[in-house]
């Protein structure tokens, strides 16, 4: 798999792209986390070791801020579906889309899953929990 521009990804797949989209809370997006949460999406996706391309983008709306991850591969798309929870949801415009809240507690199981947990927050013996 290999990180490619959202420009890219919406030239060469178009309509047959497959997105997750992560939707932050307002006071999020209002405290400037769409750009760390979209890194934080890229590093699940490659920890995830996801086989087709993928492009990650902040998408500022009328109804809120996104983080969204176009993925070429449906099968891609469900895997990183099902680690953070997203739900299916209707939309013309790609192959499919499913979203999520990308609130702060998804934030911290996402951390915690990619294995960049702070320092003392779980025991060495650990394993890190399922995102929700």
């Not at 792209?17 to 932050?24: F, I, N």
């Not at 299916?88 to 934030?107: K, V």
């Not at 960049?116 to 927050?121: E, K, Q, Y």
Request: glycine fraction near 8%.
């Amino acid at each position: 798999m290999s990180q490619v521009s959202w420009q890219t990804m919406i030239r060469e797949f178009a309509a047959a792209a497959h997105v997750v989209t992560g939707l932050l809370p307002r006071e999020d997006a209002a405290a400037g986390l769409a750009e760390v949460r979209a890194i934080l999406l890229g590093r699940l996706a490659r920890t995830l070791r996801l086989t087709g391309n993928y492009a990650i983008a902040e998408i500022i709306e009328r109804d809120g801020t996104h983080v969204q991850c176009a993925l070429a591969s449906g099968s891609d798309a469900a895997e990183l579906a099902e680690a953070v929870g997203a739900n299916e949801n209707g939309c013309s415009r790609w192959a499919s889309r499913r979203s999520f809240q990308f609130d702060h507690a998804a934030a911290k199981a996402i951390e915690r899953a990619v294995g960049h947990v702070p320092a003392g927050t779980l025991p060495q013996s650990a394993k890190p929990p399922a995102l929700p």
